[in-house]
């Protein structure tokens, strides 16, 4: 599995990606409002891989309770792919606790699943596989 992204819990997406766009010293590529999740995602590129900035839009979202309970900051690690049924199958069989079982659509134009921290000594992990257009 590839690391596809890192995806970072943020308070004001505005800011955040003023902080990046000076770190990475780059623009941001995309903006997506992801409205199941509801969240706005902005991606930045980074040597082979990206960076997700996750910005919560209610207090529903995951990512606002996230950021009430752990502050910003690292929110997951996201894996590509080539069969995200596949490895749903493989990773529930070994024991890793799938939080869908079925996979949902995501930002960037992809199928995602997520596994839960408490089988992965604490981190969410992501899966994610490229939707064909
Ligand atoms: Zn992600």
């Known amino acids: 599995m590839k690391l596809e992204h890192v995806g970072i819990a943020v308070s004001e997406l505005g800011m955040s990606n003023e902080l990046f766009r000076r770190l990475l010293g780059r623009e941001n590529y995309k903006t997506e409002t992801v409205d199941s999740e509801h969240v706005t995602t902005s991606f930045f590129k ?3 891989t990206k960076i997700e900035l996750l910005e919560s839009g209610d207090e529903e979202s995951a990512i606002a309770r996230f950021i009430a309970k752990k502050g910003e900051g690292i929110h997951h690690l996201a894996f ?3 069969d995200i049924y596949a490895e749903m199958k ?3 069989g070994l024991g890793f606790e ?3 079982s079925e ?3 995501g930002a ?3 199928l ?4 839960h921290p408490k089988s992965t000594n604490g981190v969410l992990i992501e899966l994610c596989q490229d939707i064909e257009n």
Do not use: H, Q, T, Y
């Open 46 to 48: 980074a040597g082979g």
């Open 80 to 82: 590509k792919v080539e």
């Open 90 to 92: 493989r990773l529930g």
């Open 98 to 100: 799938l939080l869908n």
């Open 103 to 105: 996979p949902k659509l």
């Open 108 to 110: 960037d134009n992809k």
């Open 112 to 115: 995602i699943c997520f596994l």
